[in-house]
């Protein structure tokens, strides 16, 4: 028997410093689509980020609702199906805030940029049919 789950990785736009007008960003986080249990290939996505900004700026990204970069995790309910954002198409960098081993968005002054970013669910999980979302915050320093 195959079993499917459905799953999405969410993300928002954290809030920006008071000066709004210097630096402006949207997201788009990756979807996932249908993941299978028993397809031995990942599950991959791909994200943006759109900014914007007069001066140079930093972009980092929660751990979402995991509170650790490796891996996240999405839940449906009380169960959690892991995966992870990173900056390359080959999946080595994990997206986050410079610590653990993460790395960052950096957008260098004057720039308008949109930035791809890199999902992941590893193949082979044992998860229940459901919905699995998860939530995090992108925050932009300038």
């Not at 993300?11 to 689509?33: E, I, M, Q």
């Not at 993460?102 to 082979?124: C, D, E, H, M, Y």
Request: contains cysteine; hydrophobic residues 45%.
């Amino acid at each position: 028997m195959r079993f499917r789950a459905l799953a999405c990785a969410c993300l928002l736009a954290g809030a920006l410093p008071a000066a709004a007008d210097v630096c402006s960003v949207a997201v788009v986080g990756p979807s996932f689509g249908i993941y299978d249990t028993t397809s031995m290939s990942p599950n991959d996505a791909v994200g943006r980020v759109q900014i914007s900004c007069k001066s140079g700026a930093t972009v980092t990204v929660s751990t979402g609702g995991s509170g650790t970069y490796f891996p996240r995790s999405m839940r449906s309910g009380a169960a959690t199906l892991a995966y992870n954002l990173f900056v390359d198409a080959a999946r080595t960098g994990i997206l986050g805030t410079w610590g653990g081993g993460t790395q960052v968005i950096f957008v260098a002054q004057g720039n308008n940029r949109t930035v791809p970013f890199f999902g992941r669910i590893p193949a082979l999980q044992d998860v229940d049919p459901g919905v699995y979302t998860d939530t995090l915050t992108v925050s932009v320093f300038f």
